[in-house]
């Protein structure tokens, strides 16, 4: 009896410990959907760089993405991100700008509609998706800042943040000048035009009459 007992209460024990774990495994909200993959962060000086990774899509440009930080009492610069292969990013401030500016005691994100963007324009077809590419953030005063980055596709969670949120460019207005023809003398003016105090073009003047005589046919 007593060992029944005892066999009882062990098997209620094992079964109230499993029991939040496989709540937490299972159905619609389950923490496993929501889990991101690992991203290095690093810090040196008053510069932190953390969630950094490169954003890959099908065909066309790679972006890279990163939350910035800036922990001194003056701004800096981003003024360059590489990769490894000689692969460098063109920066653009949110406002279209050539700069990244990373204010005192303030922070930047890299990618997504209306931040700064840091875009891989040529040399993609190197990244793999999956991969680790060896990044340098370069900043005015801290320097570089090297740490390892994470090659993925700009999808799902990252959708937001790759090369599809970039701003797009207008096309140019038409032109409203007038066309000329080849040959032609655009100086010249048009048929049928009576130029000031004179007679319509390709029109012949009228003979003039002298006084006192009549004009014979």
């Known amino acids: 009896m007593v060992r029944s007992f005892r066999r009882g ?19 619609n909200g389950s923490q496993t959907l929501h889990v991101r993959p ?12 953390q969630n ?7 065909s066309g440009p790679a972006t890279i993405t990163a939350r910035l930080f800036n922990n001194s009492s003056s701004d800096q610069t981003l003024q360059a991100v590489q990769l490894a292969g ?6 653009s401030g949110a406002n279209g700008g050539g700069s990244v500016t990373v204010s005192a005691h303030g922070t930047v994100l890299l990618g997504g509609t209306g931040n700064p963007s840091a875009v891989l324009n040529t040399g993609t077809e190197s990244l793999q998706n999956g991969g680790v590419q060896d990044a340098v953030f370069v900043f005015s005063s801290t320097g570089p800042v090297a740490l390892p980055i994470n090659v993925l596709p700009a999808a799902g969670y990252f959708e937001s943040y ?18 000329v023809k080849p ?5 010249a003016p048009a048929a049928g ?5 004179g007679t319509p073009a390709g029109t012949a003047p009228a ?11």
């Open 9 to 27: 209460a062990v098997a209620a024990v094992i079964a109230l410990s499993l029991a939040p774990l496989a709540a937490c495994a299972s159905g």
């Open 38 to 49: 690992d991203s290095p962060e690093t810090s040196k000086g008053p510069i932190k760089v």
């Open 52 to 58: 950094a990774f490169v954003l890959t899509q099908t």
């Open 86 to 91: 000689g692969l460098s990013a063109t920066l």
């Open 162 to 179: 790759g090369p599809s949120s970039l701003p797009t460019t207008p096309p140019p207005a038409p032109s409203t000048a007038p066309t």
């Open 183 to 187: 040959g032609a003398n655009p100086s």
């Open 193 to 197: 035009a009576t130029p000031t105090g």
């Open 207 to 217: 003979k003039a009459t002298p006084t006192g005589t009549t004009a014979t046919s």
